[in-house]
């Protein structure tokens, strides 16, 4: 009996031959940006070998790769500039698309594995790990990183879960930021009860790329691929699932299946790199949310994006660390937390982000 | 106890809904707004509430701008159905109903005579007194409305805003419900204030009929004479002939049909 | 012509203009949990390094007995005792508050970033100024409050949402976590290590001379509490039916926000950042009160509950070595979530 009625919208009529166009026009543009993507990350790279505490000159590098003669400089590029610059490149890959898979798998634009504790999970078996089970190596730790990232996900998709509605976003955050605060204050306890360990470990829980040899990088870059290439497989079912579970379901998308692959994904970037590097936040929230903003909210393109720009970021904030206090150092952690944490008020305050 | 808005320009945040917009709520009589989706009556019946401030304009209580009034003296006037609200988990229908006693209490006088008389007697009107001691959580959509709008009886305005309060209802509890202001209205003279989606209902049950479009009030009166085929062809966009109500004597909408009469 | 509630309540009508109505379970409930606390302080009164019996206990307490047993009661032990007491109950209202307003089981004043900038407060205090009790404190206090504020003011615009306050908590915590470890980072070894344990939070060392401005000051803080009487449970409800019952929402629940912040500040300068009374303390309450919604004064009883027999665990559980008790209520919280979260699992 419901009388009121407002006028159906025209919709205008496309010829398909002009849509296909529509269409192709954009995957072209798409990948257009992604190739200047690529181009600026090669050129950070470039800088994040030649810039720091001395800067070097770019044909010292050239002559550190073809024409080694073990000079002090060339040796600052093998030993120490080159490590740390794909140590970011891969931490930046790992916290940038682990963000953006979070995002898509709790329909939360406002998440990253920092935020939701998840990399306050994967710091607590760290720290068991090095502190209670005198564990030294990275390659033996890591695997409790992973562990941890597993256990702090599921811990806190369960309790953002409970009571009527399920999981909001509101309810997921609160969730994380309550978990993360009692497996921090647990990783503390262990640190204090460990003194060696809370010597060694406060170096590492900043989150930092200092100091660390070429092989952590080698150690976690197959964990790394394997996430990427589990986030890419589960990419299009993502897209479905951004829609609403019962509607994913009516399109054909397994949504368990793509759950577990994407918790799984989460897992190895989080957990490799957070054992790795120490908890980076930030990068997993901005990048993501950047990129959606340039090309839509197809996955696909979101992570191939995010693999390309969060990198970006990383070594940028990792420059900044190194120039801003010379002689001294900001640790890339530090320096993420006071880029995005401006930037992450300035967009909730922005009314439409915060009609969540 | 009157209630009127004069020039009013109301919205959200940058985005105008309304400007100067003008009306007088007849004292003592059931006035319903209606218009399409998006055309600012929410609105306005927040402005009218207190809820919203008029960036330009006053809305009057008395004579007074309700903005100048004390938030609790406002409560003793004018009571509002809102929208959503939120029961708390775990409260019981009486619990919720006796909230409604709010503005009358004070930190030492709790739970007064008067405050429990007046939760009976809304309970009453409403027909939940059965349910009283039951938990809101458990009750169907429309017992839990019911009980909503006892908790605003309960605060013994002599003016009710009501802002939906169909909505969740079955065709039942929406009559029971509508029929239950007419009642209040003829023996208390509450003067009602109603934003309703239903024309029928609007036209059967208001003394006065509010149309508004697109943030303007493009008519008002008595829906007898404002509800015309032309009105609702201009405002809804929707060809109709009005009839006769069979059981009221107001007026009807029958909407026009492009698929004619139903084959078989 | 009495209303049924559906629980059993008692209604006090003295006199015409004054009446109490209140639901007898809470009540009952509380008195429970305040007996228990009681109980456990006595515990605490009466063990340790010299063992006491409780009617030497009382005895001291009451003046008479022996002066060695005063000085090891009165002077040493009951100062900490009252101390847990009331910051627990003070910690159970800042939480019972920051759930209400937030309307979520999960809000506490952690999610404004207080304990994080209390934190940076300490850190500050003992890089410029040195190890001494007030100064650490007032750096604490300092630190706090000015998190709070500017929490508050970033996320306010024309009025402050729960999300928009959460997210901005979670931002200003962040840089304020980084600022923090650089600090610890940067000053020696010691200090850091003196620093982290502050940060767990501890009753250690706390005397007489705490206690008056402890006390004092939440006694005005629940005095104000008390003044603004339903109008918690009214927010609720939602700003709209708040607002409709004559509640002026936003200064009411800046006002709330105000004693929430300056209940914790009590807290936190006194004794550190004790995790997850203000947590775990409201939700439990609500477990066993039943009450709709959250409940401030069985919130404050289970608070003071909490504290006072996790302050009782981390002096006597692993003696002689005393834990700060921020690390027992760290596992109480971790016990506590795996409750919620069995609970979550069965439903």
């Known amino acids: 009996m419901v009388l009121t009625r407002t006028p159906a919208p025209a919709r205008p009529a496309a010829p398909a031959t002009a849509r296909a166009a529509g269409i192709a026009a954009t995957r072209a543009r798409r990948g257009a940006g992604l190739a200047v993507c690529l181009a600026v990350l090669a050129l950070v790279c470039l800088l994040s070998i030649a810039l720091g505490t001395r800067n070097i000159a770019l044909g010292t590098v050239w002559d550190a790769f073809f024409h080694y003669t073990d000079t002090d400089d060339q040796s600052i590029v093998r030993d120490l500039r080159v490590p740390r610059t794909v140590l970011g490149l891969l931490a930046g890959v790992a916290f940038g698309l682990s963000g953006a898979v979070i995002q898509a798998v709790t329909r939360n634009p406002l998440a990253d594995t920092q935020i939701l504790g998840i990399n306050a999970g994967a710091g607590l078996f760290v720290v068991f790990a090095v502190g209670v089970l005198g564990l030294t190596s990275l390659a033996q730790y890591m695997w409790f990183g992973f562990a941890g990232v597993a256990f702090a996900l599921t811990l806190v998709y369960l309790l953002g879960s409970a009571g009527r509605g399920g999981a909001t976003p509101i309810r997921l955050t609160l969730a994380g930021v309550a978990l993360g605060a009692v497996m921090d204050g647990l990783a503390g306890g262990i640190r204090l009860i460990r003194p060696r360990a809370f010597d060694y470990l406060r170096f590492w829980d900043v989150g930092s790329l200092a100091g660390r040899p070429l092989d952590v990088a080698t150690t976690i870059l197959p964990f790394v691929l394997a996430g990427v290439a589990l986030a890419l497989i589960v990419a299009r079912s993502l897209n479905a699932v951004a829609l609403g579970d019962d509607l994913a379901r009516t399109l054909g998308a397994r949504i368990g299946v793509t759950r577990v692959l994407a918790t799984v994904s989460v897992m190895l970037l989080a957990g490799a790199a957070t054992a790795a590097v120490g908890p980076i936040g930030f990068v997993g929230l901005m990048v993501p949310h950047v990129v959606r903003w340039i090309v839509g909210p197809d996955q696909r393109w979101i992570f191939g994006y995010t693999v390309v720009c969060g990198p970006v970021l990383l070594l940028l904030a990792d420059i900044v660390g190194r120039l801003v206090v010379r002689p001294g150092e900001l640790r890339v952690g530090v320096v993420t937390a006071f880029i995005g944490a401006p930037v992450l008020i300035w967009w909730v305050r922005r009314a439409r982000v915060s009609a969540l | ?264 | 012509m009495s209303v049924d509630f559906g629980r059993r309540v008692l209604v006090l009508r003295p006199h015409r203009a004054a009446s109490v109505r209140f639901p007898v379970r809470p009540a009952l409930v509380c008195l429970v949990l305040v007996l228990v606390a009681l109980a456990a302080g006595m515990l605490a009164l009466g063990t340790g390094e010299f063992t006491l019996t409780p009617s030497q206990v009382l005895a001291a307490l009451s003046g008479e007995g022996t002066r060695a047993a005063r000085l090891v009661v009165v002077d040493w032990r009951l100062p900490r005792v009252l101390l847990a007491l009331v910051i627990g109950a003070a910690l159970g209202l800042a939480g019972a508050v920051f759930q209400a307003l937030t309307r979520n089981p999960l809000g506490s004043p952690d999610v404004i970033g207080f304990s994080t900038g209390a934190y940076t407060g300490v850190l500050i205090a003992t890089v410029l100024f040195g190890n001494g009790y007030y100064l650490v404190a007032a750096g604490a206090l300092a630190g706090g409050l000015a998190t709070a504020v500017a929490v508050y003011l970033l996320a306010f615009k024309r009025g402050v949402q729960g999300f928009r306050l959460i997210i901005v908590g979670i931002a200003v915590s962040a840089m304020l976590v980084s600022v923090n470890q650089w600090f610890i980072i940067k000053v020696d070894l010691q200090a850091a290590f003196a620093a982290m344990l502050w940060g767990q939070g501890s009753l250690n060392g706390l005397g007489w001379a705490q206690v008056t401005p402890v006390v004092v000051t939440v006694g005005v803080l629940c005095l104000l509490l008390i003044g603004y009487g339903p109008r918690l449970a009214l927010l609720e409800m939602g700003e709209d039916a708040a607002a409709a019952l004559g509640v002026r929402v936003e200064r009411t629940r800046l006002a709330y926000l105000v004693i929430g912040v300056g209940l914790t500040a009590v807290a936190t300068a006194a004794a550190g950042p004790i995790s997850f009374v203000a947590l775990a303390a409201p939700q439990l309450a609500q477990r066993l009160t039943r009450t709709p919604g959250i409940a401030l004064l069985p919130s404050a009883a289970m608070g003071a509950c909490l504290l006072m027999i996790s302050d009782f665990l981390a002096q006597r559980a692993f003696a002689p070595t005393q834990l700060p008790v921020g690390v027992v209520t760290v596992s109480v919280g971790g016990i506590y979530f795996v409750w919620l979260l069995v609970r979550q699992a069965r439903r």
């Open chain 2, 1 to 264: 106890m009157s209630l009127a808005a004069r020039d009013i320009t109301i919205g959200y945040d940058r985005r105008t809904i309304s400007e100067h917009l003008d009306l007088v709520v007849p004292e003592s009589r059931i006035t319903a707004i209606i218009g399409p989706n998006a055309c600012g009556k929410s609105t306005l019946l927040r402005a009218l509430s207190r809820l919203l401030k008029p960036s330009a304009g006053e809305v009057l209580l008395d004579g007074r701008d309700i903005h100048a009034r004390p938030a609790k003296e406002v409560a003793r006037r004018l009571g509002l159905l809102p929208q959503s609200s939120i029961a708390p988990d775990g409260i019981t229908v009486a619990e919720l109903v006796a909230r409604g006693r709010f503005p009358h209490q004070k930190l030492i006088r709790q739970w007064s005579a008067g405050d429990e008389a007046a939760v009976v007697a809304a309970m009453a009107a409403t027909g939940v007194t059965e349910l009283s001691g039951e938990l809101v959580d458990t009750l169907s959509g429309g017992q839990r409305q019911r009980v909503w709008v006892a908790m605003v009886l309960a605060q013994q305005t002599p003016i009710v805003l009501l802002d939906e309060p169909t909505t969740f209802l079955d065709i039942a509890h929406q009559i029971e419900l509508l029929e239950l202001c007419v009642r209040l209205n003829r023996e208390q003279g509450t003067t009602m204030v109603a934003v309703l989606h239903d024309l029928n209902q609007a036209a059967r049950y208001a003394d006065h009929l509010v149309v508004m479009k697109a943030g303007a009030i493009v008519a008002q009166g008595d829906p007898r004479t404002v509800l015309t085929a032309e009105l609702v062809q201009d405002v809804f966009a929707l060809g109709c002939r009005i009839i006769d109500d069979p059981e009221t004597h107001t007026p009807m909408v029958i909407p026009r049909s492009a698929v004619g009469q139903r084959v078989g």
